[in-house]
């Protein structure tokens, strides 16, 4: 099931603080969105993180692989809530450090981005 984007903001939580360095830029909500929405965020390992316009998401490991789907919001301080279709929830946070995007997850581990496209239709 979906969970409506309005519950989703509400996830928000300030845990990713820990991986957040003081070089790195924290984003606005607004930020955030401008950055990630209609992008697809490719990672080293090559996975691929999917940011739709309306808020739909989907995240692969690999371009083969099974997609897991679900709805993201954006939120102060960078942080992205993903609301999965599975029903597990999770926010991360996205920081600039210097001209890279950085994906910070709960635990702090960062993961730098390789690229931002635009998302292909």
Known sequence: MIKPLTALALMATSATAQGVRD????????????????????????????YGGDGAYAYTYTDDGPAFRGTYVANDGGEVCVGFDN???????????????????????????????????
């Open 23 to 50: 070089s790195d830029t924290r984003l606005s909500a607004d930020e955030t969105r401008a950055k990630l929405a209609e992008q697809v965020v490719e990672f080293f390992d090559g996975s691929k993180a999917r």
């Open 87 to 121: 029903g597990f929830d999770r926010c991360d946070t996205y920081v600039l450090s210097g001209d890279r995007l950085v994906l910070i997850i709960a635990d702090g581990t960062r993961f730098p981005a390789r690229s931002v496209t635009p998302l292909a239709d």
